[in-house]
């Protein structure tokens, strides 16, 4: 016999403004509890001391996670000169000082060398993972973590405010796998005196971003009226992390075939030259996530959303 899961089939985005000092793990377990939701995930890690923009899967979004993840990211930090700290941030004691300030006119010489695809070595205190240990928390237990350079792919870096002679305000785009405490230190070590981050926002996560943000009071708020209808009020659309593959309008029967598993010919004068990912509705409804290839999609998931 099945075992029945635990709460409701919710499904879709809630795009959380996530508060300083708490886990993506505590928020997500506190956005599932709010909406009694059976199944959730997030897309896209932010630390403690990070706030903004943390999208949380719900039901069958978490199967559009991945299309998330992948999206370009936004954020807006600050970084505090003269010190390095063990995790780059804030939180970890400092390792390495000076005296050396540097200009606006050096920093602004120095952004052009991290936009683009560039290396970048990913902080020790990372998520990343080492024979299936997190390299935070080895870090922690006192090993020596070493990791390696890897490529990343920055869209758009620059100054917005040079609060004072230790204290500057960045705004990068970038994408996957990019970590902005890397950036501060080293931007800090290659303008000889260090650097870490003291503030970081979370500005957008592919299509997610502040304009479509709740907070987490907004949620315990909705959820305390003990009104289903102001709490699912808060949800994005499912299909909302699809946004950048195309979309394909196919009738009931070929749903009820790719629902199947089964491939449906793609009709429309474009349909034999259109390739890779695609996602399929009908009447609305989100059907399925397949593949596009010689006039056909190939489901390789399929959604169930209920009546």
């Known amino acids: 016999m099945a075992r029945r899961k635990k709460g409701n089939p919710v499904h879709g985005w809630v795009v959380l403004d996530k508060p300083l000092n708490m886990t993506s793990t505590q928020a997500v377990g506190a956005v599932r509890r709010a909406f009694n939701a059976q199944k959730a995930g997030h897309a896209g890690t932010l630390d403690p001391l990070a706030t903004g923009i943390l999208p949380i899967a719900l039901g069958e979004a978490t199967k559009t996670v991945p299309f998330a993840v992948d999206g370009e990211k936004a954020y807006r930090f ?49 998520a990343i993972k080492i024979d299936g240990a997190r390299a935070y928390d080895l870090a922690r237990d006192g ?22 002679d230790a204290t500057s305000v960045f705004e990068a785009e970038c994408g996957k796998g990019t970590y902005v405490r890397a950036l501060a230190r080293d931007m800090g070590r290659l303008l000889g005196c260090y650097g870490h981050v003291i503030a970081l926002r979370r500005t957008r996560v592919g299509p997610f971003d502040e304009a479509t943000a709740v907070t987490m009071e907004q949620i315990t708020s909705a959820a305390a009226r003990g009104d289903d209808d102001s709490v699912l009020k808060l949800l994005a659309p499912v299909e909302m992390a699809l946004s950048d593959l195309p979309e394909l309008l196919v009738s009931q029967t070929d749903a009820a075939s790719l629902v199947r598993g089964q491939a449906v010919l793609i009709r429309g004068r474009d349909a034999p030259v259109l390739s890779g990912p695609a996602y399929a509705t009908s009447k609305g409804r989100l059907i399925a996530l397949g593949e596009l290839d010689k006039g056909a999609l190939h489901p390789t998931r399929v959604f169930n959303l209920g009546p």
């Open 143 to 164: 090993e020596e973590v070493v990791l390696q350079a890897r490529p990343v792919f920055i869209e758009r870096f620059a100054l917005i405010e040079h609060i004072d």
């Open 78 to 126: 600050t970084v505090r000169w003269g010190a390095e700290t063990t995790t780059d941030d804030a939180e970890g004691p400092v390792v390495h000082a000076s005296d050396v300030r540097p200009s606006v006119s050096d920093i602004e010489a120095l952004l052009p060398r991290f936009i683009g695809d560039i290396m970048q070595t990913p902080p020790v205190f990372s």
